[in-house]
């Protein structure tokens, strides 16, 4: 299945097709500031800000940080 999450700014809009990929300069709509992440197995996280295609990517890490 295609599916992934991530988030935007808040007013800004999610070009969402797999994931979130259609934003992609530095300049345009807060690029620095979205991340998504593919949900599907074998699959890594697509975008981390400005950095995009990171699917098969070794140098970036996925961590989730809870505090209650």
């Known amino acids: 299945s295609n599916y992934s999450w991530g988030f935007v700014e808040g007013a800004d809009t999610v070009y969402r097709k797999r994931c979130d990929s259609e934003i992609t300069t530095d300049d345009s709509s807060n690029s620095g500031l979205r ?34």
């Open 35 to 68: 991340l998504c992440w593919h949900t599907g197995p074998n699959l890594g996280g697509y975008r981390c800000g400005s950095s995009i295609g990171l699917n098969s990517e070794k140098t970036f890490v996925r961590f989730i940080y809870h505090v209650d």
